[in-house]
């Protein structure tokens, strides 16, 4: 118990979590007992939750945008690992370094172009969120490329092995738990762009959908529950990234603090 | 376990996973969207006036325009506007973005400051802080925004937000003008002359607003289906792609990329994906100028300059603040009042009123000169040589509001059939998002209108605008064709009490569409005597024309209303059956200009 106020410590797993159980219900309590002027309180978000799932559809529209959430974070992520393990070679660095740059630009406007290049509403949707991940993943992963340290390319390197091989051995795969790790973080770019370019697309629906008209008639309950859901499974995306480097990369903590 | 069986695995759960959790969602395990039903709409009841009204006709001499240094003395208020020309009233009444010296604002000792505001989203946040603000002190400058009257039963939305800091949504009695031709329909030309082919059709637009409104009556008007639900096509009925803007909607066409949908028939998804593209627009200036410009092939299948009621333009605040300003609110409608006169008499004073415009809107490439072009309205040649309109608005004066809320002798409340007859529309296609909207008559109250009426009493002010109809003028454009089963009274001219709520229906449709001819068309079947057939079915044609006349006469002047008999010699079904009879003894209601 005392050492959850002592610095550094590492506190039993279940006292842990008790105390994060804790401290999720004093937040629920609280906004049942003194709910805001403007904000919905609890029953009402929890009402709108109901009626979300029940006629409206949430679950469909949820698992819709979550395929092309994952299709796109797929694509997204072979497309941003080829462009930086391509830095390797310095012709292709200047490509790496534009796409970084490329962060930096508004969608505004982008989607007109996009249309016209692209034959349907779908692969618009799907450019967007390919080119929006991309772009934030190649950062990332550029620049776990850039703390390879002197020492690890010169044991590859006493060990025999070719200026090749050694960039396969200590590069690509010894830094793929940290590209997990960048794909982990920056998957919550996804969630912020498909609720807008649901809305440039509404024909498919989805759960940005969903979102914008709740909001176009202040159903600030079912904004709240909404976006709630995405929290959660946001929540959720994350814990199974971290199952996912526990399993294909065992030994990736070993260097962390304990 | 090796790496590669961990994979190996890895792939396997993820497979299973991805086909498990499609098949749980897609069949009925989870609850599921309620399939929409395509509908075909009607319209509503309407509150009975007769009478007719008296116009005083005297020209208003031009008045001093307005300087061009704020005032800086006055009450302070604030108006939100989106960039519409209908303000015109408004912008000359202030002299510019704030009340200038020597304008009618400023002599009713109002200090209006005029901020332009596109997105409606936004004028419902603004008005509930400042309904907050209001709350913590009174002497916060009022928000007043403007809106399409037939958008504020979808805009009445924020009532509940307004309602947990403890006021709620009022009207201004008084409306500075209204759209006359901007806001339209978009479509290819052979929808002109047989809207049945806009069955199994798209039509991109923003959706629950004005422009969808104008492309519901048509639908309704020509007793099309409509298919409310944005993400399923129904080859039966007219549906909708939804933007999410008027400009996009203009783009969706423009860039003519399809999007996938799941097909539905008589209301029952088949899961079939189909593409569909827009293949008309609804949508207002510049939408229609960008479509003409960049692709051009629709034309204005119907727009507001037909169904000129629609959308006036409205004037929304807290009853927070309307009650406690009721002065200024006197003030204000009087400096409309007398800026709507110069504007409709005055071209220089129009002039300067667009310019104040440009001014507030603050587009860098739109100066006076454009708004005042579109306010009048031009017809232009588009990039295939179609000639199509462009813009259109009108500004009001007192009389025009005394027209619209109904305050002369013998007038209908148009604005309360306009409100109440969209109202219910976009609650009936829209229940989920629009399950109820707030009764006009707890917003509206007009007796600030009614002082202003008593006061204005024999003082020059300019004739409302009357819609002209020359009797002998035939139909030459039709914008709407719709048979209705008003029964009679089996040989006689004579309604049956169930033919008096399709009346009411008709009685609604007409008035929002003020500016068009109706053209009544009398049917019968084949029994009896086809000369007394003929007369038969004047006779009847006849009394639905006194019907409607005697139920407004501001609304149906002497000439709007023709009729025509064509006894049994149009049928549109065989005679041999009953049921064929009955479709045959009908009214056929034609609208066009």
Known sequence: MKNLFIPNAQPRQSV???MVACQGLVLLVLWLLYPLKLFPTLGEVLTAFQDLVRTQGLIQELWASLVTAIQAVGIATVLALFISYLTALPFFRPLAYAATKLRYLTLTGLTFFMALMLSSGHQVKLSVLVFGATVYFVTGMTSV?????????????????SEWRSFFEVIVLGKLDDMLEVVRQNFAIIWTMITLVETLYQSEGGIGLLLYKQNRYLHLAGVVSIQLVILAVGALQDYLFVLLRRVFFPYSSLSTAR | MTTRGKIVIGLLIVVALYFGINKVVSSGAVFKKADTQSVLLNSIELPIAAGSGNRANIAVPLADLPGTTPTEKGTPITWEVMAWNSQMAGMLANGGPRTTQGSAMAANGVDLQIVRQDDVAKMQADLVKNAADLDANPSTPGLIVSIMGDGLPGFSAVQEQLKKVGTQLQIIPYSVGKSFGE???????????NPKLAVGKTIACYLRDGDQNIALKWCADNGLKVNPDETTYDPEAVNFMSASDFLVAAEKYIVGKPEQRTKVVNGKNTGVKIDVVADAVATWTPGDVNIAKQKGGLVSIVSTKDYSNQMPNIMVTTKRWYDAHQKEVAGLMTAFAVAGDQVKSHPEALKRAADISADVYADKDKNGAYWLKYYKGVSEADRTGEVVELGGSKAFNFADNLALFGLEEGGTNIYASVY???????????PKELPSYVPLD???????????????KGKAVAPADQQKFAADDEIRRNVSKRAWNIEFNTGQSSFTPAAEQQLNQLFDDLVVAGNLKVAVHGHTDNVGDPQKNQQLSEDRAMSVR???QQKSTSAFPEGRVQVYAHGATEPVESNATPTGKAKNRRVEVVLGN
């Open chain 1, 145 to 161: 490329i850039l703390t390879t340290t002197q020492e690890e390319m010169d044991h590859a390197r006493t060990l025999g092995m």
């Open chain 1, 16 to 18: 842990f979590l008790t």
């Open chain 2, 183 to 193: 806001d339209k329909l978009m479509g290819p030309k052979e929808w002109l002359d």
């Open chain 2, 546 to 548: 006194e019907w409607l």
């Open chain 2, 442 to 456: 707890q917003m509206l109250d007009l007796s600030l209108l009614k002082n202003m009426q008593t006061q204005y």
């Open chain 2, 420 to 430: 109440k007859t969209f109202g219910d529309v976009q609650s009936k296609l829209y």
